[in-house]
């Protein structure tokens, strides 16, 4: 059984920082590329920072370049967000996605709230 479940979200303030993981299993993480989208509040789902499979190259939308992290444990199939300087436009609800498009295959989490706020 594929499963994704994300973690870490919560409260911070504006400036302060947050962790998300994303713990998958039911399927080889290793061969997957691995993504964080999000959507906020009446706003569209949107791709926040992804990593490919095999080099592990990272990407992100220009709003977070230089804010946050991607990262990724094939060792512990998980995939990690690490966001800095947090602003209250990035409150949203993040989702983890394994996508290996080859096969068709794409799976998604439940996702974790965010809600950045003083």
């Known amino acids: 059984q594929v499963q994704l479940v994300e973690s870490g979200g919560g409260l911070v303030q504006p400036g302060g920082s947050l962790r998300l993981s994303c713990a998958a299993s039911?399927?080889?993480?290793?061969?997957?590329?691995m993504s964080w989208y999000r959507q906020g509040p009446g706003k569209e789902r949107e791709l926040v920072a992804a990593i490919t499979s095999a080099t592990g190259s990272p990407n992100y939308v220009d709003s977070v370049k230089g804010r946050f992290t991607i990262s990724r444990d094939n060792a512990k199939n998980t995939v990690y967000l690490q966001m800095n300087n947090l602003k209250p436009e990035d409150t949203a609800v993040y989702y983890c996605?394994?996508?290996?498009?080859?096969?068709?295959?794409?799976?998604w989490g439940k996702g974790t709230l965010v809600t950045v706020s003083s």
């Open positions: 996605r394994a996508r290996r498009v080859v096969y068709g295959l794409d799976y």
């Open positions: 039911g399927f080889i993480f290793s061969y997957y590329a």
